[in-house]
């Protein structure tokens, strides 16, 4: 396994643990620690796909949430919300096995 997998994983587990503390409001400066690991998320999920030339529909749901943060960062009530809502839904949908193909 390369280091671009581990990364991608642990920016991806990360970013379950701090939206699930942002969306509580548990730590102010969850928002912005969600925020740059979903970008690590989303950066590396972009490399991983160009370098093994494997764009599958997983990856693209992966990346979805990057939409909810640039909404977030410029002002839209939700924004961060929706971005952790899809990042669940994301992972809801891995469980199940039908995106990774």
């Known amino acids: 396994m ?14 379950l643990v701090l939206g699930g503390l942002m969306v509580f409001e548990v730590f102010p400066w969850a928002t912005d620690a969600f925020s ?22 997983g990856h693209f749901l992966a990346m979805a949430p990057i939409v909810g943060i640039g909404f977030g960062y410029v002002g839209v009530p939700y924004g961060f919300l929706a971005a952790y809502g899809l990042l669940a839904l994301r992972l809801a949908i891995l469980s199940t096995g039908d995106l990774c193909r």
Not at 2 to 7: A, S, Y
Not at 38 to 57: C, D, E, G, P, Y
């Open 36 to 57: 740059i690991m979903m970008v690590i998320a989303f950066v590396s999920a972009l490399i991983i796909s160009w370098w093994t030339k494997s764009w599958v529909r």
């Open 2 to 15: 390369g280091w671009d997998v581990i990364i991608h994983s642990a920016a991806g587990v990360l970013s």
